[in-house]
């Protein structure tokens, strides 16, 4: 199990594209993905999750992968919000 | 109690009302332990058949990044394992149909998005309600038939043209909308199908539904639970209405033609494709003015050659042998493309019509490559709009020939003599009526505008109402000028503006020299009456008198 740490830098946040963009990365790798905000934990495969997680601007998150491919996993959605989602940073 | 609307579709109705929204409509009945399944099978099915229709719009708009992003959404939401588990969940321990569990789903996935306070999330609650509703319309279009809509009168939020074809083909007798306008494409075809229409209530659905209603399409009023007084006033109105409509109706077999013998070709005016389906009872002669707006208005992206030349071709077959212009899109004016704004401070003299066309060279070109290739499948003919000079004609005749050039190179089948005529409408090209027909197969006078630009009057403007008269000497001047230069020159003149749909102007049409007369299909069998009722020479007498 991996756990990193991680903070949203695009401008508006997980709204809806970059929300589907995550889901159809992690759906993409065998390892489950859970993304925790302060006490809510969701399935980051699962839009409805991501969305309702409500991660605006500067949120910090955690981002959990479990399985055997989950190094790569983090990595992957890692690469996805270091390059903002290719949407304008703040 | 009498609630007041936009009058529609002319016409009364009088039934019980159902509300057709699907929200109103979701079959919810207690299902047993067994049925569970069938239900879930039902889901598994319904979304991948939606996913596969997803995919397949994504491909058609593959140019418009920010629709297939929306697509991407929704996709994203039907593959959602957790919402899927959600809706197996709820039908399981509630047990309830698949159409009542996801619209549970919904309500539980509004309360999850209520407790968001950042509006820019919260406000994507819009995306569930979109797939959802798309859900439950694809479920209803396989699993309820329309067989209630019989003489009853329907209610909803906002009829779509889809609606109202089945509101036609399932004998509904009357249509309400809360929403919308005369100018929309449900509007339109509600009077082409003569279905009694009222639209924009102030009212909700659960007022009028369900009740005894009745919908007067001519005042624009909706009945709620009427008095017995009413009830018998317009139950003798809709008497007389219907025995007029039965006479008009055993003219289907008869020829429009005069007392003295001169057949008058009485063709159709349509502004949507759907419209077809109002002319089988009618037995057209062919279709006069076929408008092209529909394809760029109300929309973002243009219309492609595909998809154009599937539209005119189904018209086409429809219509085997029989003519069907085509009228080149005729925006500008009033009617404006969102993806052709420009800010003219005098619309109606500015870049409209054929202009446009002739500025926007690539998007008329499609739309011509489109019609000469579909012509191969009928007798169809190209018209262009708001001609005001020779030259103009010249031009576009020129581009139809570099078209013709292009599909031969390209090896595509297409028309190679197809007939071309012009609209006459602005003053200038009526006065040179002589030398446009010559350039020309066939020419048809188009009154509102004509009519307009003559007499220096807006149609639309309340204030100058007066004086737009269409018997005005001067237009019926040009109108005469127009007929004596085409026959001069060995072809035809049409009408399709509003005065051939309207019986009192028929006798003036006929006596000024007109030989063909386009109607709206509300008004056909109208004006067939009046045809066969007239002598031109005594027509020819009676338009002099007004010269």
């Given amino acids: 199990m991996i756990v990193k740490r991680i903070k949203v830098t695009n401008e508006y946040g997980l709204h809806a594209r970059p929300s589907t963009l995550l889901v159809k990365k992690a759906t993409q790798y ?21 969305l309702t997680l409500a991660a605006a601007y500067g949120t910090e998150l955690e981002l959990i992968a479990d399985g055997i491919d989950e190094k790569e996993l983090i990595e992957e959605i890692e690469r996805l919000f270091s390059s903002g989602f290719d949407e304008a940073k703040k | 109690m009498k609630l007041t609307g936009i009058a529609v579709a002319q016409g009364i109705a009088i039934g019980k009302s159902i509300c057709i929204d699907y929200k109103f409509n979701i079959i919810n009945y207690q299902i047993t332990n067994k049925e569970t399944a069938r239900e879930l099978k039902r889901l598994e099915e319904i979304i991948s058949a939606t996913i596969n229709e997803l995919d397949y719009f994504s491909r058609k708009i593959s140019g418009n990044k920010n629709q297939r992003e929306i697509i991407e959404t929704h996709k994203m939401i039907l593959e959602d394992p957790e919402m899927i588990s959600n809706i197996k969940t709820i039908v399981k321990s509630e047990l309830v149909t698949l159409e009542k569990a996801l619209d549970l789903n919904l309500q539980k996935i509004k309360e999850q998005f209520s407790e968001i306070e950042d509006e820019y999330f919260s406000a994507r609650i819009i995306d569930y309600q979109d797939v959802t509703s798309r859900l439950l319309k694809k479920l209803n279009k396989t699993e309820t038939d329309h067989e209630n809509w019989n003489e009853h009168i329907l209610v909803a939020q906002e009829i779509t043209p889809s609606q109202v074809l089945e509101a036609f083909k399932n004998n509904a007798s009357g249509l309400i909308s809360i929403h919308g306008s005369r100018k929309s494409h449900s509007a339109i075809l509600a009077r082409s199908l003569q279905i009694p229409m009222v639209m924009g209530l102030s009212d909700s659905e659960f007022e009028i539904c369900p009740y005894e209603v009745i919908v007067d399409g001519r005042e624009g009023l909706v009945i709620v639970s009427p008095s017995k007084q009413e009830k018998t006033k317009y139950q003798q109105e809709l008497a007389d209405i219907k025995r007029i409509i039965r006479e008009l109706s055993l003219l289907a077999d008869k020829e429009a033609i005069t007392i003295d013998g001169k057949v008058i070709s009485l063709l159709c005016n349509i502004e949507i494709p759907q419209e077809i389906n109002a002319l089988d009872k009618l037995r057209i002669a062919g279709i006069g003015l076929f408008r092209t707006e529909f394809l760029y208005l109300d929309r973002k992206e243009l219309p492609d050659e595909e998809e154009q030349y599937e539209i005119y071709k189904e018209v086409a077959e429809r219509f085997p042998s029989k003519p069907i212009t085509i009228r080149t899109f005729d925006l500008g004016g009033d009617k404006i493309a969102k993806s052709l704004q420009v800010e003219e401070q005098n619309p109606n003299l500015g870049l409209r019509g054929i202009r446009l066309s002739l500025k926007y060279l690539d998007i008329f070109k499609v739309q011509l490559r489109a019609i000469l290739r579909a012509a191969v499948h009928g007798n169809i003919k190209i018209m262009f709009p708001m001609v005001s000079n020779v030259s103009e004609i010249e031009s576009a005749r020129k581009i139809i020939r570099e078209c013709q050039v292009e599909l ?21 090209a009526a006065l040179r009526a002589k030398e446009i027909a010559l350039k020309c197969d066939f020419l048809s006078i188009g009154t509102n505008d004509l009519v307009q630009y003559t007499l220096a009057v807006d149609r639309n403007n309340d204030l100058v109402a007066e004086y737009y008269n269409e018997t005005d000497p001067s237009v019926l001047l040009l109108i005469q000028m127009v007929c004596q230069s085409a026959h001069e020159a060995g072809i035809k003149v049409a009408v399709c503006g509003e005065m051939a749909s309207q019986e009192k102007y028929t006798a003036i049409l006929l006596g000024l020299g007109v030989d063909e007369l386009s109607t709206s299909p509300a008004n056909y069998n109208e004006i067939k009456k009046k045809i066969i009722q007239l002598d031109t020479k005594e027509c020819h007498k009676y338009a002099v008198s007004l010269l």
């Fill in chain 1, 30 to 50: 065998r390892s489950v993905l859970k993304i925790r905000k302060d006490e809510i934990e969701v399935n980051g495969k699962s839009l409805l999750g991501v």
């Fill in chain 2, 408 to 428: 031969k190179s390209e090896g595509l089948s297409y028309q190679n003599n197809i007939e071309i005529g012009t609209m006459i409408e602005i003053p200038s």
